[in-house]
């Protein structure tokens, strides 16, 4: 009595073509395990780089924060003068879900004072905001040019320390 088949049957190939399915979702898999691994090594190598001239945008970010903070004390200093607005200024700061405490100031205001202290310790950061040339000097009187005009410079800065660091290897 011969009750299995001479051959394979569809079980049998079904299994097959699944462990072949198996096997080329490996091999896909290890082309874009490769594929992301450099792309992060790229992307690190790029990091490293630039390093100096990303450095640079971060002192042009720390100089507007300094910028902000300092504007938002004087705002503190001079709202005794604007009392009779106070109820409308609480309520718009409420409408934005804004919370205020002595502590945050605080925080807010050594903060402040940490900034200033570190412009007159190296003021470079000032002077990404001067232009350089014409097209600066325009760009500037632009709304928000003058950031773009800092970024810009920031960039060119970090990028000269980043070749001089990749020509001193």
């Known amino acids: 009595m011969d009750i299995a ?14 462990v072949n399915i198996g096997n080329a979702l490996a091999a896909i898999d290890d082309v874009i395990a490769e594929a992301v691994s450099a792309a992060v090594a790229d992307a690190v190598k790029w990091l490293k780089d630039h390093a100096n001239a990303i450095a640079a945008l971060g ?18 200093l001079i709202a005794p003068i604007t009392g009779p607005l106070a109820p409308e200024f609480a309520a718009a700061a409420a409408a934005v879900g804004v919370a205020s405490s002595r502590a945050a100031d605080a925080a807010a205001n050594f903060g402040l004072v940490d900034t200033v202290a570190s412009f007159i310790a190296d003021p470079t950061a000032l002077g990404y905001f001067m232009p ?9 009187a632009l709304p928000g040019g003058n950031l773009l005009v800092a970024f810009e410079n920031a960039w060119k800065a970090g990028s000269e320390k980043d070749n001089a660091a990749r020509q001193g290897k």
């Open 132 to 140: 350089q040339n014409d097209r600066q000097t325009v760009q500037s």
């Open 59 to 76: 002192d042009v970010l720390a100089t507007v924060s300094g910028a902000l903070g300092a504007s938002s004390l004087v705002i503190m």
């Open 5 to 18: 088949p001479n051959e394979p049957g569809r079980l049998d190939k079904l299994g097959d073509t699944l």
